[in-house]
């Protein structure tokens, strides 16, 4: 039996990933103990005896989105709800990896939808992020994921999704800069066509709650 590495989570969505896969982790240790040689280091000296099993582990759960279904996430807390405003969910922390390099790029994502006879409890939206977040990602492409998982599950009157992210494959190696921030959007439905809903989410998510 494996350890838990996601507690207390066992319903349709998320069921699969609470466990170590301990034959994968065995598997990918053994190659990262061939890469710490190759890298010219000793994989036999003390501080790295357990690095390719802590790495091996890392990486599962920094991939973990592959094993989780967000339309399923979703779809287990959505409730039918006369309201008709924007919601919006912002600064929800994004951590990802780039599939070019596989290092992290991170940052918020800010998300919003029009409900169409039926609301979706909040916590499920960064659990979609999460989803598609962790797995090897172009920010372009997490962006329209989560834009067409929220509007062909829930379909609302419309989707909004902008994400604002540091590549660290940009700043610790390559074009080395620092500050640079790159920001993603996509939209469905009245964010696309009603200039005035998309300008209405904009400014709430620059908006400060002080
Ligand atoms: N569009 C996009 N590009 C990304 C993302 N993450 C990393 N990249 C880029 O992927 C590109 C890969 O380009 P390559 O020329 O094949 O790789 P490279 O030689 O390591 O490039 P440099 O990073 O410029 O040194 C780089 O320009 C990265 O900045 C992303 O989320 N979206
Ligand atoms: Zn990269």
Do not use: W
Request: charge should be neutral.
């Amino acid at each position: 039996m494996g350890k838990d590495i996601l507690k207390g989570e066992s319903r349709d969505g998320y069921v699969k990933i609470d466990r170590y896969n301990e034959s994968k982790i065995e598997a990918v240790a053994t190659h990262y103990k061939d890469i710490l040689s190759q890298l010219g280091e000793d994989p036999e000296r003390e501080g790295l005896l357990k690095t390719p099993e802590r790495v091996a582990k890392a990486l599962q759960y920094l991939t973990h989105g592959y094993d989780l279904k967000p339309d399923e996430i979703l779809k287990s807390a959505m409730f039918e709800e006369d309201y008709s405003q924007m919601v919006v969910v912002k600064d929800i922390e994004v951590y990802s990896m780039c599939e070019h390099h596989m290092l992290p790029f991170f940052g918020k994502a800010h998300i919003a939808y029009i409900p169409n006879g039926h609301i979706v409890g909040l916590s499920k939206i960064p659990r979609v992020v999460d989803a598609f977040a962790r797995r090897l990602q172009v920010q372009e492409r997490l962006t329209n994921e989560i834009r067409d998982c929220i509007q062909n599950t829930l379909q609302p009157k419309g989707v909004a999704v902008v994400i604002e992210c540091r590549h660290l494959c940009m700043a610790m190696r390559g074009v080395q800069k620092q500050n640079s921030v790159t920001t993603t959007s996509a939209f469905t439905g009245s964010f696309l066509s009603n200039d005035k809903t998309r300008a209405e989410f904009l400014r709430l998510i620059t908006a400060s709650l002080d």
